[in-house]
DNA sequence: ATTGAAACGACTAGAGA
DNA sequence: TCTCTAGTCGTTTCAAT
């Protein structure tokens, strides 16, 4: 499952991950490599799952999503199949945008988006704590985020 | 700070934060007007920092980062200058890729990406436990991601 | 605001080193 | 592997609506 990379497969990665829409001419100029070969090496890359997409980073605020939340949710039961049950209900709740599973006593953290409190509230209370299965919900409002790297810690 | 869009520019967004990296006709095609005007959208949202930035999605385990875990913090003081000084902190930290300031008991929520558990644990109890004006930490590690969308939800 | 045309530059296949 | 060349296609400016 481990890739073997090149010191130019780390640098493309380093770049695209940092700017997704960078022209493939200034990132093999920025690598140090002609255009083909660069082109290659980024479709082996994405061919290889490496690279699982491209995608654009928007100001929820500005779009009217004033509320980010995080939900821990813990479960009455944790069989492999009630926990594919839940999952399956995050899958259908729009406002959850990004879901975790974890180790310990919390057993999943929910990452939500909300225009308002009001709707948050609405989604905590008639709609996550009242799923099957649930146990507890304790919810965090996020004052602001401090901090927001690419995923992958890619020395720079 | 609220943005006053039409339909075509909420498609954009749409087709953009799923894939950051369509070109223009295409872009253009799928909203319906013609490449130029398309792209005079695309800029001015853009300018108006509606549209931050294009990322690339790397796949971290495949590169070695098999570790994903959350840390809650709770600090002894919360005035804005304590704040600040951890922000400050957590801004150094190479494996915090993501950082939230919450409301309530916890007061930050980092998202640690580490190769390993002994570099992550390394971590946690030499850099974050030490660090200054840190009351509590506790960690939590992520099984598996069971959700992943583009943060805001346009209706598809 | 938009379209359509045109110049410019990037993408990408192919040949050859 | 790579670089170079060349044709195709996308980007971007501009005139006109």
Known sequence: MKARLDAIDWHILKELQQDGRMTNVELARRVGISAPPCL?????LE??????????????KQLGYDVTAFAMVGLHSQT??????????????????????LSGEVDFLL???APDLQTLQNFII???????NVDSVRTALTIRKTKDLPIVPIDE
Do not use: H, N
């Open 126 to 132: 008639s709609e996550l704590t009242a799923a099957p």
């Open 40 to 44: 290659r090496r980024v479709r082996a």
């Open 47 to 60: 061919e290889a799952g490496l690279v699982k997409g491209y995608r654009t980073i928007l100001d929820e």
């Open 111 to 113: 990452k939500c988006v």
């Open 80 to 101: 492999e199949a009630d926990l594919l049950g839940f999952e399956k209900q995050v899958a259908g709740w729009k406002l959850v945008r990004e879901s975790y599973m």
